[in-house]
């Protein structure tokens, strides 16, 4: 196996606007995470307060040794009523972007990371066809205004998790019966009977289509502002294994999970690919972790080698230059961290021996943060936070994966 990276290789950890700059007050989250009976553990509140933050954030991420920083852009801030584009916001990110080149980061760019203007849901969110030029109108936007600070940019955070969270984690089942979507509906003018589309709880075939629709104008809105800049989406995958004759469902699964968003990356500069862990699939259907195998604070496998499986998957399908911009583990056990993530990363080292055309390897996360519906319990930070004070306080983990990057090798 490889110890040495290739030169220019990208190695950073990624934050989300949502999950670590605090209140998110336009967002379509904010309103759910306060609704009775919300699916949400708490609400995001302040979170890290990164929103203020963010030039120590930055530095400290530059001092680990990372030589890049994935971070996104709230499109709830940056145009909080539609058609209306915040200067202050846009320059607030201008700040954060000219802080990483003091730094010496080159910053990829998410445009779009699970949260929506609540606008933009009460106009019939990702089931409405408009979404995608809406979309693309912000990109547009935000690269004339932003563009010549940024490195690459990913439109759309996870495409497929609408669908991988109804199949894998809900079950099938609607959300849209649940009492906090409901109670959300008269707050976004929706009525009872009309569906509130968030991003993440939109799995239709509708949906599905919205969302690679918005992604390809985006695309070609972000190009033309900036034709030289690498644009790709990001995906979810997990390792899906095939155990005990699961071959012709695991393959269905995969089709509609993952293969679909493959074949639409094929067009794309580059694809983001995201893997925590691997689901074994039965012949009926996914099955329960493996007995005797550790679980992470997100109740999944240990499994740090399903990323080398996901690399090579992507490769085979998509067949464009790949970036790990997601992998890590929810853990109170930091030892256990610095292990997934040396693991993990010999499994990159394998697939760049075998020729995978692979640009670099995004930490998940940078910091604790707002761990979504299961709130601040899992903690995945590279830095660990104290939010009784907002300190900052940095994990051997995070140390290590910056020995590692600063180093371009495993030493
Ligand atoms: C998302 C992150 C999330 C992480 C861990 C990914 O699906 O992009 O926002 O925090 O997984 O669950």
Redesign the pocket.
Known sequence: MRTTFPKDFLWGA?T?A??VEGNNINSDFWLLERMPETLFAEPSGDTIDHYHRYREDIALLAKLGFNSYRFSIEWARVEPEEGYFSDAVINHYRRMLEVCHEHNLKPMVTFH??TSPRWLISKGGWENEDTAGRFARYCSEITKRLGDLMDKACTI??VN?PV?INRVHLRGIDLQELGFMQAAKPLLGISPSDKLNTFMFTPSPKGREVILEAHRQATSAIKSVKPAMPVGM?I?MDDLQAVDGGEVIRDQIRHELQDVYLEAAREDDFLGV?T?TRARIGPEGKLEPEAGIELTQ?GFEFWPRALEATLRYANEVANVPLTV??N?I?TSDDARRTEYYEQALAGVANCLDDGLDIRGYYA??AFD????M?GYE?K?GLVEIDRSNQERIVRQSGRRLGEIARANCIP
Do not use: C, K, R
């Open positions: 990624a989300a949502h999950q990371h699970f955070n996870e998790i991988v990001t979810s995201q925590y997100m911009t997601e890590g929810a998940w996360s943060n707002f761990e979504w299961l899992p995945f």
